[in-house]
Nanobody, 127 residues
Framework: QMQFVESGGGLVQAGDSLRLSCAAS????????MGWFRQAPGNVREFLAA????????SYAESVKGRFTISRDKAKTTMYLQMNSLKPEDTAVYYC????????????????????WGQGTQVTVSS
């Protein structure tokens, strides 16, 4: 059974940076494509970034492209989301997600594609 735990959230000011981590435990981490999503109160869960098993394939939402960077460290079974130039509208609960993937180069942008989810970490950006 795969489990994922996010960390690194907090309260920051506009323009600051944060790095979120998603630590995986369980078996066959290396067979999972992964992604980051967020959800603000009253909103649907929003795709942010996705990464393939190999780490070479990535995709970003337009709202975060150029500001956020997704990466994964296979040696430490951890995925990251580096967030720069944060804005008040980035305030939300951030979730990591994983899905078993046959293709080592595929990445997935739809929440329905993911089977495993972390518990979420709060990011609050003040103006």
């Amino acid at each position: 059974q795969m489990q994922f735990v996010e960390s690194g959230g907090g309260l920051v000011q506009a323009g600051d940076s944060l790095r979120l981590s998603c630590a995986a435990s369980g078996l066959t981490y290396f067979n999972y494509a992964m992604g980051w999503f967020r959800q603000a109160p009253g909103n649907v869960r929003e795709f942010l970034a996705a990464i393939s098993i190999r780490g070479s394939g990535t995709s970003y939402a337009e709202s975060v492209k150029g500001r956020f960077t997704i990466s994964r460290d296979k040696a430490k079974t951890t995925m990251y989301l580096q967030m720069n130039s944060l804005k008040p509208e980035d305030t939300a609960v951030y979730y990591c997600a994983a899905t078993l993937s046959i293709s080592r180069s595929a990445y997935y942008t739809e929440p329905s594609a993911y089977r495993y989810w972390g518990q979420g970490t709060q990011v609050t950006v003040s103006s």
